[in-house]
């Protein structure tokens, strides 16, 4: 748990002040004029929030949490760390199911029984945690939890540049990380195309991800082909479906691993792109290359 804050509070500071905002009253007027105008939201019902400084809106989409001056809009799980984390947003939503369900019953179609009888931030206080994308409404729904996210992602994937394995292009333009696992699929159907992706002026730098985790043979391969005498050879053939020959050195693989879990990595190939955005998947080397020139 202590990790997860962490990272947690590392969002928070690229939040800014999103939970620092003045105590003043929230315009429910305004909030409600701009979520119908600027979002096309039908808003239900704006009540007051467990945190302070948010709002809870009720709309025709789902709930959400909106700071009082009406900028920021968060598509959040508000946890209670006081009260053994208590998921405030699920109690929220479970009154509204029920009122919801409830409304339709008459028009429902009923099988009766006989016998009728279950990216965080944190609040000022830190009494509740966020699970949360934040939006800024002001500046056309900008991602604010994505901009904190590539920033800490470039720092992360530059950290680890020296102990990648790296397919450097000959005219380099742009480089790219890439989180990897020798036995996946698609990582695999990837590095088939590095060639085409070195021709196109990518540099690729691999990141060992294991999927099985730390304790795995996956892991132990993977540390083998970071120690090999030859890494991009034995990358290579290991992607190639060939076994592994067992070697070891001081290695960073479990740091790679643990990165890409702390930047949200959960499957493999995750692309990070020089603007520390995220490609979650696979993409062929036509279309990324054609993305990486169209984001410069």
Known sequence: MKAVKKVLLASVVAAGSLLGLSAQAADEAAIRDKLTSMLGLDV????????????QVSTNRGLFYVSENGQYLLQARVFNIDE????????ALSGLRKEGVKEMESSSITFK????????YVSENGQYLLQARVFNIDEEMRNETELALSGLRKEGVASMESSSITFKAKNEKHEISVFTD?????????????????DAGITVHYLAFPRSGLNSENYN???????????????????????????????K?????????KLGV???????????SL??????AALLAKALEEAE
Not at 182 to 198: A, P, Q, S, V
Not at 266 to 276: A, C, E, M, S, Y
């Open 44 to 55: 239900e019902t704006i009540a007051d929030s467990p945190v302070s400084g948010l709002v």
């Open 266 to 276: 959960n499957g493999t190939p995750n692309i990070v792109l020089p603007d520390g």
């Open 113 to 120: 029984a006989k016998n009728e009888k279950h990216e965080f």
């Open 182 to 198: 020798i036995t996946c699929g698609y990582c695999r159907k990837f590095h088939n195309e590095i060639d085409e992706l070195n």
């Open 253 to 261: 693989v479990a740091e790679q691993y643990m990165l890409g879990q």
């Open 84 to 91: 053994e984390m208590r998921n405030e947003t699920e109690l």
């Open 279 to 284: 490609i979650p998947g696979y993409q062929p």
């Open 221 to 251: 391969d993977m540390v083998s082909v970071w120690c090999a005498k030859d890494p991009q050879k034995a990358l290579t053939k290991a992607k190639a479906g060939n076994d592994v020959a067992s070697a070891s050195c001081k290695n």
